[in-house]
């Protein structure tokens, strides 16, 4: 470039032309007016040119692709000018790309330097627990009991004060007179529900109280009279107002949690708010019959887009919570030091001795088993490992107290236990965690920090976030509150094991679930039946008037088997449970299979 930028400028001051050949001679104006003779050589002169800017392009490439084109298409446009311009003009414009691509080359290299580190910032976060005497104290006093307890309330208190103080809209449901407390049972399930005996699935498909489904219709009609008023005035109130309601009944700190559509769309956002690098481990604690899918699919998500590695810890049940917290343990130790001989390590998917990142595992299992989550929590921030929780079958079932599990996320579906809809969930987050927290969709409060992000990202169906105001007013009314239902549930699963292990001839249910809202019961004559025939007899089931879970899995057999897990509420009685075991009986044995209405 620079000896054809020389040889233009000589041909200016002599004023000689080349010779011609097989084309004219043409004059074209350069910078100062001047004109210069060009022949049709120009011609074979350009296309050298080209071709030494498109071999440019083919090295730079490699660090700037965009950077690379432009160089193309400039080259092009010099081609075009033929006969037009002279080589000054030539020289002027690739001057001027040089330059271009100098300053192109300094944005991109600030806006690498600032990716970086904004990286290393998430980085940090990521990888950040509670460890110094300073995060100690600090987390000490921030996950007081008694403090988060007159905090949410105090707040729910003012945010209900507020919000009739502005004359904020929302529903107004008869709790004294309409839908007063009755005797669980039959009765109960009449009054406040839709369905029918049998129904005995409320940990995979959770049912809606009827005042729950009346305010949320009248959520949506305070929505429709002003929907201007609404949003900038209503709504900011009473989505705090239910904030400070999920907060009191889990024991959070209302400014650590927010809403969210369900479980699965947490673990979306924190998954895709994190910084992943290559070789970056996920760890997934299962248990035999446990439906991970919300882990293992967001897993392959991170494997298959960061190249991260999925480590599998399987939790053999029934066990001692002493057994699982030390397995896990030993489990750690063996995947750190990628020991290949361990007979531990032998039981876990793993690469390398790179640490693990992230903990995964749920509070309470599809098959009702409580986890040791505070035990489980310790054990690998130990080890410098964040967790992540799934409570979606603890919240409501359990006597949940998030602040002292002391775990990094805790997130669940409110459409289970707490008789909220679909749609319906929340997220807390440990304040170490909250650089690194984002919601999916990026609206109007984004980097305003992690509760006014997730106040409002994107225009959506709010009421079935307010309704579980009533949800929760619907357990303290017409409930008696939450103890009431929790012991009522114990009484009904205390007679249910006594008809199970007569009528089916089993030992009873799991240990570990036999008082709970959730027992599972091994179904007799079904050893080595696999998880397709547990859906033919779920859909079987569901075919003759009982909804219940059924799923394989090696629990209290050697052998694969079918077990049921029986999910109860104020409107379960014993009849459900007597026709559950009449109708699997009634099959004498032989089991269906292959339902084409699956």
């Known amino acids: 470039v620079s000896v054809l930028y020389w040889w233009g400028k ?3 001051g002599g004023g000689g032309k080349m010779p011609k050949l097989g084309g004219a001679t043409k004059a074209a104006v350069v910078g ?11 011609l074979f002169l350009n296309l050298i040119l080209f071709l030494t800017v498109c071999g440019l392009a083919v090295i730079v490439a490699k660090e700037d692709k965009l950077l690379a084109l432009r160089w193309c298409l400039w080259s092009v446009m010099v081609l075009t000018m033929i006969g037009k311009n002279s080589w000054l003009r030539m020289g002027y414009i690739i001057r001027s790309v040089a330059k271009i691509s100098g300053a192109e080359t300094q944005r991109l290299r600030l806006l690498n330097r600032k990716r970086i580190v904004n990286h290393l910032t998430l980085r940090v976060s990521m990888d950040d627990i509670v460890d110094t005497l300073l995060e100690k104290l600090r987390n000490l006093i ?6 988060l307890f007159l905090e949410s309330r105090a707040k729910t208190i003012l945010q209900d004060k507020a919000g009739d103080t502005i ?3 929302e529903s ?9 407390h009755v005797p669980p049972g039959d009765n109960f399930r009449a009054k406040f529900f839709t369905v029918t005996t049998g129904y005995l699935n409320t940990s995979e498909k959770g049912i809606i109280p009827k005042p729950v489904l009346e305010g949320r219709l009248q959520w949506d009609d305070a929505n429709q009279k002003n929907p201007v008023v609404w949003r900038f005035k209503s709504l900011p109130v009473r989505l705090n107002q ?6 009191s009944e889990m024991g959070s700190d209302p400014d650590d949690t927010v809403l969210i559509a369900n479980a699965d769309e947490a673990i979306s956002c924190i998954f895709r708010a994190l910084p992943w690098e290559t070789g970056d481990r996920v760890i997934i604690i299962t248990t035999p019959g446990e439906s991970n899918t919300n882990f293992e699919n967001i897993s392959r998500w991170a494997e298959k887009h960061h190249g991260v590695d999925i480590v599998t810890y399987t939790v053999q049940l029934p066990c001692t919570d002493r057994y699982a917290v030390d397995f896990v343990k030993q489990s750690i130790r063996a995947t750190m030091r990628g ?3 361990s007979d531990i390590e032998a039981k876990v998917k793993t690469a390398g001795v790179r640490p693990p990142k992230l903990a995964m595992f749920h509070h309470v299992t599809s098959t009702g088993w409580l986890l040791p989550v505070s035990s489980l929590t310790s054990a690998f921030h130990s080890f410098g490992i964040s967790t992540l929780i799934d409570g979606t079958n603890a919240v409501g079932h359990q006597s949940v107290d998030i602040s002292s599990i002391n775990c990094d996320w805790y997130a669940a579906s409110c459409s289970r236990f707490l008789f909220g809809f679909g749609g319906s969930g929340f997220l807390v987050a440990a304040p170490l965690k909250h650089v690194c927290t984002f919601p999916l969709t990026v609206s109007y409060f984004d980097g305003k920090g992690f509760s006014k992000e997730f106040s409002y990202y994107g225009l959506r169906d709010f009421s079935s976030w307010l309704s579980l105001i009533d949800a929760f007013d619907f357990v303290d009314y017409s409930c008696k509150g939450r103890d009431s239902i929790r012991s009522y549930c114990s009484s009904i699963v205390k007679q249910a094991n ?3 292990k007569k009528k089916w001839g089993v030992p009873g249910p799991i240990q570990g679930t036999a008082f709970s809202m959730m027992p599972t019961y091994r179904v007799p004559g079904t050893e080595g039946l696999d998880d397709a025939r547990a859906v033919d007899l779920q859909v079987y089931l569901a075919q003759n008037g009982v909804t219940v879970r059924v799923t394989s899995a090696v629990l209290s057999t050697p052998s694969p088997s079918l077990y049921v897990t029986c999910s109860v509420g104020m409107h379960s009685t014993l009849a459900d449970f007597e026709h559950l075991t009449e109708v699997v009986l009634s099959l004498g044995g032989k089991f269906p299979q292959s339902y084409d209405t699956l």
């Open 10 to 12: 000589k041909r200016e």
């Open 32 to 42: 100062d007016g001047s004109e210069v003779g060009l022949p049709a050589f120009d």
């Open 142 to 147: 921030h996950h007081n009991t008694v403090k």
């Open 167 to 169: 004359g904020a809209l």
């Open 172 to 180: 107004k449901i008869n709790w004294s007179a309409q839908w007063k």
């Open 242 to 247: 239910t904030i400070a309601r999920i907060s």
């Open 339 to 341: 020991d290949s001989k």
């Open 498 to 500: 006594a008809v199970v």
